[in-house]
């Protein structure tokens, strides 16, 4: 052969070649495998210390990569497989788990984990049920994994993770793999050589079914590590229902214990004091009001913290994890162990104690633990979880019955034992389990419902609200005070229905705006309904009845006694404490922060979703108190037959009955529940804010038409202006409000709150001037006729106040400004333009306005009548001291006498304030972001007993 053959023959395309017919080769293929795995253990045996020869190491990684990929070639072509059949008959896996398992290298250990893996994916010779072969895995994986291994990196902690997951999913296949990996070791006498703590951690040893304790070491991992280590947990508690013996050793295990002590642990990482606050921007409903983000520290953790949300993420995945492994189980016994270290271990140990020393003065302990507590409620839907969570919080009766079992007596007597461990092993700690009895959830909510604390009132109306719309079978016999209905006679008539529905479509109405709420009011009817269908009671109401035979819903799955049975049609009490205390909130809704609004309109729309709840008595009049004219409506009826027995007779009475219905009850203040009088009562203050406050109406349509560009527009960058009533560079380049104003209120003592965030100062400065009619940002409306404007009712819209000094139909708005092209001057300082210094000088009272200090109006006879804001153009009068702005505030806000008024008036009912004080005041912009939201929960009460109306079939027509 020349030089040029020879050079040829190991040129890499022949050799590329040569390896493709070698592979195709099972002899050959076959060969090359011994001669890899005789070097494998020539090395091996060679050195002396394989954790300190790193030459050796080296070797040994390569061949077994060689073996690997081999066998993973193999197993992707025809038979024969010669190399897998080698390695069963061989049994190649014993000395290369002994090799990484003395190795001490992770390369090692990654390749021999690779190699036990792609002998399982090959499915051939029965690795999977070769006790050698699980033998040595196991004894693997227990090395690389203990105390005394090295420290794996992710990776390799994936993989070594994956290949236990693998397991798991061939023992779920086939079940009769299980006994290849689970060997379970008799008990010595039953259990009695070993101590308490012995018992109440688990009779049976780690070694009767290794690979369930290494995936118990990583369900807490996140990413993919957690996911395969759960997902296999729960495919081996599903696997205990085709074998006794695995249940009555899960039973007897310490995984009860390891999940709540797991779960505990997780709870306990949770700040023990908490703030309440939104992250980045602020949404448009709360930059425009008095909103300011709370203060915290090294020891109260603020919500938006990204420590706090990790740890509340990996609490809850936890608890997730909880509902899945009790959703797998089908073992009663299981289950029932799982729920006991549940209640007692967390419940009684964490949960309860939390909630029991918290507290809203000490910085936030109790807005933590109603948080949790409400963050738990929302993530579970297990009906045993729910029901041991609350039936416990709540106090409600133990019912002793006796569970069937299906797994014989073994399995209940281990349960029953591993009962007595816990018990004994709880007392033995010398920690007695403080009794709801005392007190409860019920008490803690109502207790603070009556706190000073605003964030700690909102986050306790949250976790009602969660109740009603969840758990509302819990709330009907404990949180709420309610009475039975029988039969239809209660229900309210299609008059007083109709009057009712007119009275808060009018109460709307006087808010006035220039929306097209005709299609505002639809689109609330669309989500009231589907709420309403959503409801977890409503079910048996609006599901279709396909046969009067069959077809019955069935009850609500729960294996635990005790649980509440189902709802019945009921009302709700008007002397309630939680619809009162709610209530009494509702009274300074204008003082009241908007999220408590928020907060506050949700519980009481809540309060009416369930299909059983009755609104007559509490919510809107109740029958039994209608009067009527004596003048009756419509025509009269014909004298009666006189046989009472006759069709004519009865078709009489219904015709007389039907007219009654249609008769509407006088409307008296005495016969309305105390809602109404309070909403009436909200809008009557909003009448006298419009009488008070200049240029109200326009104010209010402006606050309307920047909710509408914000949730056009999206979020908003937050200017880092330190001034939040400084303009902010907006993209229509608006010009800023002139110095001597902005030194002027760096002089104010009252200054803008921060939660405006210059978030709407920026949307107010787009706005303009929008009740100047040459405004192009002014209102949508203006170009409208009479007949494009439909509304339920007509609402009004009338200016309270009319300055000589607005501009005529010519006016330019703020956002026409531009600068002259052969001008220098910056348009905010030229003087000439009249239009422009007026309008600029309009956008700076809007803003003075809307930063001024009010307190509630007086809605009855005005004992020292309120004075309005005044409105002057004078800037000389615009630089006040911060004494002079200060007494000029208080006299103009309050009465002859200088007293304020109170922060909770009494209501008419006489009950009870939630708190007073001497002097509580807000903003004109905070009032009028609240007015609102206070039209907009008139609409969802219209909704709601309109829908519900015709939903559940409540309107008396005979």
């Known amino acids: 052969m020349d030089f040029w053959s020879r050079l040829l023959a190991h040129t890499p395309l022949s050799s590329a070649s040569s390896r493709k017919d070698f592979a195709k080769d099972p002899a050959r293929r076959l060969h090359r495998f011994e001669k890899e795995y005789s070097q494998l253990l020539q090395t091996w045996r060679n050195s002396s210390n394989l954790a300190n020869d790193e030459e050796a190491a080296e070797r040994i990684e390569i061949h077994l990569q060689e073996l690997t990929s081999l066998l993973s070639d193999e197993s992707r072509r025809p038979l024969p497989h010669p190399c897998i059949t080698f390695s069963a ?149 599903e696997a205990a229902s085709s074998s006794v013996a695995l249940e009555q050793w899960i039973v007897e295990s310490d995984l009860s214990t390891l999940m709540a002590t797991g779960l505990g642990a997780l709870y306990s990482q949770l700040s023990r004091k908490l ?130 079992s299906d ?33 409860n959830l019920v008490d803690l ?117 005790g649980a509440p049975r189902d709802v019945r049609s009921h009302t709700l009490h008007p002397d309630d404490p939680l619809l009162n205390i709610v209530l009494d909130r509702l009274e300074t809704f204008f003082l009241n922060p908007v999220e408590t609004n928020l907060a506050l309109t949700e519980v009481i729309f809540d309060l009416g979703v369930c299909g059983f709840m009755h609104l007559e008595g509490w919510f809107l009049r109740n029958p039994q108190s209608y009067v009527y004219e004596d003048d009756t409506d419509g025509p009269p009826l014909p004298e009666p037959p006189l046989d009472p027995e006759s069709p004519e007779y009865q078709e009489y009475k219904q015709v007389q009955s039907m007219q009654q219905c249609r008769k509407r009850p006088k409307w008296t203040r005495s016969s309305l529940p105390r809602l109404f009088k309070i909403l009436q009562t909200l809008c009557d203050q909003t009448a006298a804010f419009r009488e008070t406050v200049p240029r109200f109406d326009d104010l209010l349509q402006q606050r309307r038409e920047a909710f509408q560009i914000a949730d056009a527009a999206g979020p908003v960058p937050t200017p880092r202006a330190k001034n939040p009533l400084s303009s902010s560079p907006a993209k229509s380049g608006t010009p800023s409000i002139d110095r001597a104003l902005a030194e002027d209120r760096r002089n104010t003592s009252r200054e803008r709150p921060s939660g405006l965030e210059g978030f709407a100062q920026r949307i107010l400065s787009e706005l303009g001037t929008p009740s100047r009619s040459g405004s192009p940002r002014g209102r949508k409306e203006l170009n409208r006729t009479t007949s494009d404007r439909s509304t339920p009712l007509p609402f009004s819209s009338r ?45 700076a009272i809007d803003q003075r306005i809307l930063a001024r200090q009010v307190g509630l109006p007086s809605v009855g006879p005005p004992e020292a009548p309120m004075e309005p804001i005044p409105l002057s153009f004078d800037k000389a009068r615009t630089r006040i001291g911060p004494e002079e702005d200060e007494a000029g505030s208080r006299e103009r806000m309050t009465g002859d006498d200088g007293q304020n008024e109170s922060m909770m008036a009494p209501s008419e009912d006489g009950k009870t304030d939630v708190s007073t004080t001497e002097e509580k005041t807000v903003s004109v912009s905070h009032v009028l972001t609240n007015v609102i939201v206070l039209q907009s929960f008139l609409f969802e009460l219209a909704s709601l007993v309109q829908v519900r109306a015709g939903l559940f079939e409540e309107v008396r027509f005979t």
């Open 275 to 404: 703030v309440i606050d939104h992250p980045g921007d602020l949404p448009p409903i709360l930059a425009f009001s008095d909103y300011e983000h709370p203060k915290s520290n090294y020891e109260v953790v603020s919500s938006c913290s990204f420590q706090f949300q990790s740890h509340l993420d990996t609490f809850l995945s936890h608890l997730l994890f909880w509902q899945d492994v009790l959703n797998h189980c089908r073992s009663v016994e299981v289950k029932s162990t799982l729920l006991e270290h549940f209640q007692v271990i967390f419940l009684q140990q964490l949960l309860y104690p939390s909630l029991l020393e918290s507290s809203d003065i000490d910085g936030g302990s109790s807005v933590a633990v109603l948080t949790y507590l409400r963050r738990i409620l929302e993530s579970v839907d297990h009906p045993d979880m729910i029901n041991l969570i609350l039936h416990y919080l709540l106090a409600l009766p133990d019912i002793v019955t006796s569970v069937p």
């Open 445 to 561: 909510i109502l207790a603070c419902l009556r706190s000073q604390s605003q964030q700690t009132i909102y986050v306790t109306l949250q976790l009602v609200s969660v109740i009603l719309k969840r758990h509302h079978r819990y709330a009907v016999i404990t949180l709420l005070y309610t009475e039975g209905v029988l039969g239809s006679s209660s229900f309210r008539t299609t008059a007083a229905h109709q009057q009712e529905v007119e009275y808060l479509m009018s109460l709307a109405g006087t808010i006035g705006g220039q929306d097209n709420f005709d299609e505002i009011y639809q689109d609330v009817l669309k989500d009231t309904l589907i709420r309403l269908e959503n409801h977890p009671c409503s079910i048996k109401l609006v599901t279709p009845k396909t046969s009067t035979n069959n077809h019955k819903l069935p009850a609500i799955p729960d294996s635990l006694p």
């Open 89 to 237: 008959a061989k049994q190649v896996y014993i000395p290369v788990a002994k090799i990484a398992t003395s190795s001490f290298s992770e390369w090692i250990v990654k390749e021999a984990v690779l190699f036990f893996a792609t002998l399982i994916e090959s499915e051939e010779e029965a690795f999977v049920e070769n006790d050698s072969f699980a033998a040595s895995l196991t004894n693997l994986l227990v090395r690389i994994t203990g105390a005394n291994s090295i420290r794996l990196g992710a990776d390799t902690e994936a993989r070594v993770v994956e290949l236990a997951f693998n397991i798991t999913t061939k023992i779920r296949l086939d079940p009769e793999i299980l006994p290849a990996w689970f060997k379970s070791q008799p008990a010595a006498q039953d259990g009695r050589d070993l101590d308490d703590h012995q018992r109440f951690t688990g009779r049976t040893q780690k070694q009767d079914f290794p690979l369930f304790y290494l995936l118990i070491d990583y369900i807490h991992h996140e990413g993919k590590v957690g996911d395969f280590a759960r997902t296999g947990l729960l495919y081996i508690i």
């Open 407 to 439: 797994t014989g007596d073994r399995v209940s007597a281990a349960r029953k034992r591993k009962s007595m461990d816990l018990a004994t092993m709880m007392a033995s700690m010398g920690e007695a389990a403080a009794d709801p009895l005392l007190f």
């Open 799 to 843: 200016d309270t106040y009319d300055s000589p000094h607005r501009p005529g139909q010519g006016a330019v708005g703020t956002r026409s400004y531009s600068p002259s092209s052969n001008s220098t001057v910056p348009p905010w300082e030229v003087r000439s333009d009249p239009v422009a210094n007026q309008a600029k000088a309009f956008q």
